[in-house]
């Protein structure tokens, strides 16, 4: 099962679910069964770059 837009560039392997005005960054292992949340920001922060 496939939910949420996969990533890109460094942070190739995760994936993005927009829920309201927040972003959930996470990792799928379908061999162990288990899903790894990143990070939960707003959207305001969750695309940020950093300096």
């Known amino acids: 099962m496939k939910v949420g837009a996969p990533l890109l560039y460094e942070l190739k ?8 005005d927040y972003r959930i960054i996470y990792t799928v292992d379908i061999a162990e069964c288990e899903v790894t949340i990143t990070s ?6 969750s695309y940020r770059k950093k300096n």
């Open 13 to 20: 392997g995760h994936r993005r679910l927009q829920v309201s």
């Open 40 to 45: 939960i920001k707003h959207r305001k922060e």
